[in-house]
């Protein structure tokens, strides 16, 4: 896809969409992961509306393709689609910062949505596979990630960074125990690099959705009404708030 034109009034929007020069986050480059689906997609969307140019990361590309149409439907710009597994990739993400830098000049917003569940069993039974792939997208793929984007997070004049977590990181709960941890350590390097970010226009900040409708969510509560839970557009409009220039917060758990 050709990259946006900061010259041009949004080169991939709709026609008859608000220009995106009226909207908050216009100019500001955002990456996001687990953009395919769920409160990622919805963050995508959310961040495109305000005029963010998005580049996307998940194992899927057709549920890319399907963000970035969401998005387009918006007014939002075409996004940038990442296609690949945040448990497989460490190459691949150790030079997302770099390669951003090199083609957008910048890199504003880091939201980092994606979580995988893994099988929900007793401690003693998580196989090696299991603990490899949730340790993997939960917390190694979010150190690496900070790697990746401090430098040019740091640089921006208002540099953003929201990663998602859960109560189980505070409250244990029976079969929840590879899950628990890699949220409880997705907290801490969080609120460790807040601390390290406070002298800069850098502001790290956490937040818990709470019971949403998202595929995650049902695969750990099957017997749940969906109609009954908060919508992934309601925590978009959260996450997005965190995201604007003028959010003052560093170093916050922010529950929905």
């Known amino acids: 896809m050709p990259d946006p034109n900061p010259n041009e009034p949004n080169p991939g929007a709709a026609p008859g969409a608000t220009p995106p020069r009226t909207r908050a986050l216009n100019g500001r480059i955002a990456l996001v992961t687990g953009a395919s689906r769920g409160i990622g997609a919805a963050v995508a969307v959310e ?3 305000l005029g963010a140019h998005c580049v996307l990361i998940a194992r899927s590309q057709g549920g890319l393709e399907e963000t970035d149409d969401a998005i387009r439907a918006e007014g939002g710009d075409r996004a940038t689609l990442l296609p690949f597994d945040l448990a497989k990739g ?3 993400i150790d030079a997302i910062g770099p390669s951003i830098v090199d083609r957008f000049g910048r ?5 980092h949505a994606a979580g995988t ?3 929900l069993t007793p401690v003693a039974h998580v196989t090696p596979r299991d603990w490899d792939d949730v340790v993997g997208v939960n917390l190694t793929a979010t150190w690496r990630l900070i790697r990746t984007c401090d430098p040019p997070l740091r640089h921006s004049d208002a540099g953003r960074a929201v990663l998602l977590t859960d109560l189980r ?4 709960r029976a079969y929840w125990g590879a899950y628990g941890a890699t949220k409880a350590g997705l907290e801490h390097l969080a609120l460790t690099w807040a601390q390290e970010t406070g002298d800069s226009p850098l502001r790290v900040n956490l937040l818990d959705p709470g019971p949403t409708a998202t595929r995650l969510r049902a695969t750990a509560m099957p017997g749940e ?8 557009a309601e925590v978009a409009a959260l996450v997005a708030a ?7 917060r560093n170093g916050a758990l922010v529950r929905a």
């Open 107 to 111: 890199l504003d917003i880091l939201v």
């Open 90 to 92: 460490a190459d691949r």
């Open 117 to 119: 569940l893994g099988t």
């Open 47 to 49: 961040l495109g509306r």
């Open 225 to 232: 009404d969906p109609a009954t839970l908060r919508q992934p």
């Open 169 to 172: 990181a505070e409250e244990p």
């Open 242 to 248: 965190l995201c604007l220039p003028g959010e003052t």
